[in-house]
T-cell receptor, first 112, second 113 residues
């Protein structure tokens, strides 16, 4: 059974730092992986989607990488800003079906 | 485009009451789904639909019903509310095809007393 883990559960860093969020999954038979952002009391916003054939995707200050063989993805945030404070979730889509399997998220706080 | 909309934003129910959470999207997406989000856990899929007239169960379907009579709407019905159904409920939609990203509504926070 596919399981998705995000460590740490919470992270607090000073503004301006570059940081990495981690996502690991137990079954490498995935179709794609998505990173989402969730602000308190709000819905989820898709940040990046990486297909299984891709190694990375970039959007602005965000870069997501995927290593299927090791069951890992990272989300790199460059030059962090207080507005980046949110919970970041990753989700994998298995090869076999439509469902997304979710991690519990990393709560990120950027201190001014 | 309004995207994915959900009503109500907040709801308090007593045990045993029934209600319907509404979800609508204006992007002509075939795929729609309902998730629940509980503290410290990932989102869990309740039901999903790949088009009008087609629905299927997700990971945690018990106590919930869905129907899909139009492409735009995908209501979630709680048949007899229980405290264990206290959660935040999210509706999501996308084009059919696993390559497509999902778009989420703002959520409904439900408390069952």
């Amino acid at each position: 059974k596919q399981e998705v883990t995000q460590i740490p559960a919470a992270l607090s860093v000073p503004e301006g730092e570059n940081l990495v969020l981690n996502c690991s999954f137990t079954d490498s038979a995935i179709y794609n992986l998505q990173w989402f952002r969730q602000d308190p009391g709000k819905g989820l916003t898709s940040l990046l989607l990486i297909q299984s054939s891709q190694r990375e995707q970039t959007s602005g200050r965000l870069n997501a990488s995927l290593d299927k063989s090791s069951g890992r993805s990272t989300l790199y945030i460059a030059a962090s800003q207080p507005g980046d404070s949110a919970t970041y979730l990753c989700a994998v889509r298995p090869d076999s079906n439509y469902q997304l399997i979710w991690g519990a998220g990393t709560k990120l706080i950027i201190k001014p | 485009n309004a995207g994915v909309t959900q009503t109500p934003k907040f709801q308090v129910l007593k045990t045993g009451q029934s209600m319907t959470l509404q979800c609508a999207q204006d992007m002509n997406h075939e795929y729609m789904s309902w998730y629940r989000q509980d503290p410290g856990m990932g989102l869990r899929l309740i039901h999903y639909s790949v088009g009008a007239g087609i629905t299927d169960q997700g990971e945690v379907p018990n106590g919930y019903n869905v129907s899909r009579s139009t492409t735009e709407d995908f209501p979630l019905r709680l048949l007899s509310a229980a405290p264990s159904q206290t959660s935040v409920y999210f509706c999501a939609s996308s084009y059919v095809g696993r390559s497509y990203e999902q778009y989420f509504g703002p959520g409904t926070r439900l408390t069952v007393t």
